[in-house]
């Protein structure tokens, strides 16, 4: 199983979040760079890969990283705080 990991004082803006999420994943062009559509992508898999995630750095950094937690977490896969 495929695991990603995220560690909030590696992005200075939630986009770079997504940014990230998209190459990680080879999301598609068409990914909309929000919970919504993330939950959309990963719904398409066969397999919700795990997340491993470091909650800190810049406020909305740390919002963004909790809400990807959850639509993983919704999905399916395995979410570990570090």
């Known amino acids: ?3 990603i990991c995220l560690f ?3 992005y200075q803006n939630a986009s770079q979040v997504h ?3 998209k190459s990680l994943l080879d999301l598609p062009s068409w990914y909309g760079m929000n919970a919504d559509a993330l939950a959309d ?3 398409e898999l066969v397999r919700c890969p795990g997340l491993w995630v470091r909650v800190e750095g810049p406020e909305d950094v740390q919002a963004c990283l909790r809400l990807i937690s959850r639509v993983f977490a919704d999905q399916g896969a395995e ?3 570090l």
């Open 19 to 21: 940014e990230a999420l």
């Open 41 to 43: 992508c990963l719904s």
């Open 79 to 81: 979410v570990k705080e």
């Open 1 to 3: 199983m495929q695991t």
């Open 8 to 10: 909030g004082h590696d």
